[in-house]
């Protein structure tokens, strides 16, 4: 009677992933938070304004916003792979705490309501900027404005990832401090109204996709 033994069966085999999959993934990476800094700087209001205030500037600048509109539908189809990729260089060395935090950031990737979509639709139809602005303040209103919270979960999800970045050293030490630093600085800077410090923060998380990214890209595994 034979015996028959079975092959040793190598750490992450079944999660293998080949070059290019890894650089597509490390290139939405990238490109994620990059089409947020684009959007942002082309958009027709300014950072932290609301209401009546930002209709009337949106109303001001109106042709500004279809680029935004393609930016925007960029990042719906990047924000999964990029945080697929955060995901694969964070979980190896710190299982829990990448799965975790890459459960939690996945939120960034569900689709909220389109609130500059809308506005820019009324306003192109020719509503004056009062119906428009109570427009957009009624589909606030809507169960889907919930939807909104899930950024802050998606920022607390970054933090975890970070955390374990630093923890499993499995990216650049300042990748994983990038991911912990920025999402706090994500919301204060849009609450201070200054774009200046919201370029500065998304710019640092930036860094932090980037430095996962090519993690990502040089890994063995």
């Known amino acids: 009677m034979t015996t028959t033994?079975?092959?040793?069966?190598?750490?992450?085999?079944?999660?293998?992933l080949p070059p290019v999959a890894r650089?597509?993934?490390?290139?939405?990476?990238?490109l994620a938070p990059l089409s947020v800094l684009a959007?942002?700087?082309?958009?027709?209001?300014?950072?932290?304004?609301?209401?009546?205030?930002?209709?009337?500037?949106?109303?001001?600048?109106l042709g500004d916003y279809p680029p935004v509109a393609w930016l925007h539908a960029a990042g719906l189809i990047?924000?999964?792979?990029?945080?697929?990729?955060?995901g694969r260089v964070a979980r190896p060395q710190a299982p829990r705490l990448g799965l975790a935090g890459l459960i939690l950031a996945?939120?960034?990737?569900?689709?909220?309501?389109?609130?500059?979509?809308l506005t820019y639709v009324a306003l192109d139809a020719g509503l004056d900027v009062d119906?428009?602005?109570?427009?957009?303040?009624?589909?606030?209103?809507?169960?889907?404005?919930i939807l909104d919270l899930l950024f802050f979960a998606g920022?607390?999800?970054?933090?975890?990832?970070?955390?374990?970045?630093?923890?499993?050293?499995s990216a650049p030490s300042w990748a994983g401090l990038a991911l912990i630093v920025a999402p706090l600085a994500i919301p204060?800077?849009?609450?201070?109204?200054?774009l200046a410090a919201f370029i500065a923060a998304w710019s640092v998380l930036l860094i932090g996709f980037a430095g996962c990214g090519y993690a990502l890209i040089t890994a063995r595994r």
Do not use: K
Not at 5 to 16: C, E, K, M, N
Not at 106 to 117: E, K, V
Not at 155 to 169: E, F, N, P, S, Y
């Open 5 to 16: 033994i079975a092959p040793a069966v190598r750490p992450y085999q079944s999660l293998y």
């Open 131 to 145: 119906t428009v602005t109570a427009l957009v303040t009624a589909a606030s209103s809507l169960p889907a404005g």
């Open 23 to 30: 650089v597509a993934m490390a290139a939405c990476a990238v």
């Open 78 to 86: 990047l924000w999964l792979p990029a945080l697929l990729a955060l």
């Open 39 to 61: 959007g942002v700087l082309v958009h027709p209001a300014d950072i932290g304004t609301e209401d009546r205030a930002a209709v009337e500037q949106f109303a001001a600048n």
């Open 106 to 117: 996945l939120a960034l990737a569900i689709p909220t309501f389109d609130y500059d979509g």
């Open 155 to 169: 920022l607390i999800g970054l933090i975890l990832l970070g955390v374990a970045v630093l923890r499993g050293q």
């Open 188 to 194: 204060v800077s849009w609450f201070s109204g200054s």
